[in-house]
C-alpha cells in the first residue's frame, strides 16, 4: 500500500511528531509513506519527503498555485 501524508510544513512541534511517529508506525508493515509538505524537513525519521512550491503558509496566504513538486534538499 501506498500512503501520502500532506502538510504545509514539516518544522519542529506537533503535528510534525506526529507525522513522524505515523510513519515509524505504518513502515513496518510495508507500507510506503512519502510526505508532502510546503517547506523543506529538516530532521532524519522522514527520508522520503517531497517539497511543493507553493503549498506553504506564506505562499498559501498569496493564493498562487504549486509551481513544483521536488524532492527535498533540491
Same mark, same amino acid.
Given at each position: 500500500m501506498r500512503? =501520502?501524508?500532506l502538510h504545509y510544513h514539516l518544522r519542529r512541534?506537533?503535528? *510534525? $511528531?506526529?507525522i513522524e511517529n505515523a510513519v515509524a508506525a505504518?513502515?513496518?508493515h510495508g507500507v510506503e509513506v512519502v510526505v508532502? =509538505?510546503?517547506e523543506p524537513y529538516e530532521g532524519?525519521?522522514?527520508?522520503? *519527503? $517531497?517539497?511543493?512550491d507553493g503549498?506553504?503558509?506564506?505562499?498559501a496566504a498569496?493564493?498562487?498555485?504549486?509551481?513544483?513538486?521536488?524532492?527535498?534538499?533540491?
Open positions: 500512503v =501520502a501524508i512541534g506537533g503535528v *510534525t $511528531r506526529v505504518l513502515e513496518p508532502i =509538505a510546503g532524519q525519521a522522514l527520508p522520503n *519527503t $517531497r517539497i511543493v503549498l506553504g503558509y506564506r505562499d498569496a493564493g498562487g498555485p504549486a509551481a513544483a513538486v521536488r524532492p527535498a534538499g533540491h
